[in-house]
């Protein structure tokens, strides 16, 4: 790594740079002062050496700061989780509903804080919450006698869960050309604005006809940020599934696969029990587990991912 004067301008390395400027200074003064004399020189290439292996250290220290803040930049400031009914009709319905509030307690119980974006979407900041929830995207299916169930069958419904990482810098740069870009007046808490002012915003991104809304801002502004961050997250998982799809003899050490087409665990009223595939393991007073009580899945899933993992889920 080659020294750069725009480190100055970082606050956390401007202290670094001074001392390896200051350092710069000094063997340009002890050549000067040795002059051609000999013993001088020797004396000043000594020093030099010792003030060279000081920059070295200097530059290794501010690589690892910069390093350091390219991670903490990259890192997830929130997530959004959207959930999408699947196979079963108004049962499906219902359970993604119930997937939602579950998720929603969970975050409430860990003190972070939850937006609700639509009737199927959430979002979640915190420090902590994209790790602890990076591995529930994937479809979950539920087994249990609907209420509107007259004959006592068990039905079978499933759905869906994305997880969606927004970063405060995102991993992928979208090309303003490639957006469609729609306004329309917003519904909902705003005040006497709503329904004057065009604030809610919807992005088509035309390459992968990927569609996002936003109208959970109060300004046109501020709804096309969120609209752009939730792009990008959708961008990034969809590479993410595209990259699993072409390494797939790979997946078999990886928990988190990011496919939302992977059938991931399965909620049995009957049995009371809970079993994510992917894992192997199951876990009972499943009412409980539906009011958010989570953090035994959590940690688990944390623990296998660790370890190594299973990547395919295989039901049971």
Same mark, same amino acid.
């Given at each position: 790594?080659?020294?750069?004067?725009?480190? %100055? %301008?970082?606050?956390?390395?401007?202290?670094?740079?001074?001392?390896?400027?200051?350092?710069?200074?000094?063997?340009?003064? @002890?050549? +000067?002062?040795?002059?051609?004399? =000999?013993?001088?020189?020797?004396? +000043?290439?000594?020093?030099?050496?010792?003030?060279?292996?000081?920059?070295? !250290?200097?530059?290794?220290?501010? #690589?690892?700061?910069?390093? &350091?803040? &390219?991670?903490?930049?990259? $890192?997830?400031? +929130?997530?959004?989780?959207?959930?999408?009914?699947?196979?079963?009709?108004d049962e499906a319905t219902l359970f993604a509903k119930e997937l939602k509030e579950m998720y929603q307690k969970y975050a409430e119980m860990q003190g972070w804080q939850v937006r609700t974006l639509d009737d199927l979407t959430i979002e979640i900041g915190g420090a902590q919450a994209y790790d602890a929830l990076k591995y529930e995207t994937g479809v979950h299916r539920v087994q249990r006698v609907p209420l509107t169930e007259k004959s006592g069958r068990i039905h079978t419904s499933t759905a869906s869960v994305a997880v969606l990482p927004i970063r405060a810098k995102p991993k992928f740069e979208i090309n303003p050309t490639d957006i469609d870009m729609e306004f329309?007046?917003?519904?909902?808490?705003?005040?006497?604005?709503?329904? %004057?002012? #065009?604030? /809610?915003?919807?992005?088509?991104?035309?390459?992968?006809?990927? !569609?996002?809304?936003?109208? @959970?801002?109060? @300004?046109?502004? =501020?709804?096309?940020? &969120?609209?752009? /961050?939730?792009? /990008? +997250? $959708?961008?990034?998982?969809?590479?993410?599934?595209?990259?699993? %799809?072409?390494?797939?003899?790979?997946?078999?050490?990886?928990?988190?696969?990011?496919?939302? @087409? #992977?059938?991931?665990?399965?909620?049995?009223?009957?049995?009371?029990?809970?079993?994510?595939?992917?894992? &192997?393991?199951?876990?009972?007073?499943?009412?409980?587990?539906?009011?958010?009580?989570?953090?035994?899945?959590?940690?688990?899933? $944390?623990?296998?991912?660790?370890?190594?993992?299973?990547?395919? /889920?295989? #039901?049971?």
């Amino acid at each position: 790594m080659d020294y750069s004067p725009e480190f %100055k %301008k970082n606050f956390a390395t401007a202290y670094l740079a001074e001392e390896y400027e200051r350092l710069a200074r000094e063997v340009e003064e @002890s050549v +000067a002062a040795a002059g051609n004399d =000999a013993d001088l020189l020797q004396m +000043a290439e000594e020093d030099i050496t010792r003030i060279k292996a000081r920059q070295d !250290d200097i530059l290794v220290e501010i #690589e690892r700061i910069l390093a &350091k803040e &390219k991670e903490e930049e990259s $890192k997830p400031t +929130a997530l959004v989780l959207e959930f999408r009914a699947g196979a079963g009709g108004d049962e499906a319905t219902l359970f993604a509903k119930e997937l939602k509030e579950m998720y929603q307690k969970y975050a409430e119980m860990q003190g972070w804080q939850v937006r609700t974006l639509d009737d199927l979407t959430i979002e979640i900041g915190g420090a902590q919450a994209y790790d602890a929830l990076k591995y529930e995207t994937g479809v979950h299916r539920v087994q249990r006698v609907p209420l509107t169930e007259k004959s006592g069958r068990i039905h079978t419904s499933t759905a869906s869960v994305a997880v969606l990482p927004i970063r405060a810098k995102p991993k992928f740069e979208i090309n303003p050309t490639d957006i469609d870009m729609e306004f329309s007046r917003s519904g909902g808490a705003g005040g006497q604005n709503v329904n %004057k002012v #065009e604030t /809610a915003v919807r992005l088509i991104h035309r390459p992968t006809g990927i !569609d996002v809304r936003s109208s @959970s801002e109060r @300004s046109q502004l =501020a709804n096309r940020q &969120k609209a752009m /961050a939730i792009l /990008a +997250a $959708k961008l990034e998982t969809l590479h993410e599934e595209e990259e699993a %799809k072409k390494h797939a003899s790979l997946r078999s050490g990886q928990i988190g696969t990011a496919d939302r @087409s #992977e059938k991931i665990r399965t909620y049995n009223f009957l049995q009371d029990r809970i079993t994510d595939h992917r894992i &192997k393991e199951s876990w009972h007073n499943l009412p409980k587990i539906m009011q958010g009580y989570l953090g035994d899945i959590v940690e688990a899933l $944390k623990t296998a991912s660790q370890q190594g993992g299973i990547g395919e /889920a295989e #039901e049971d």
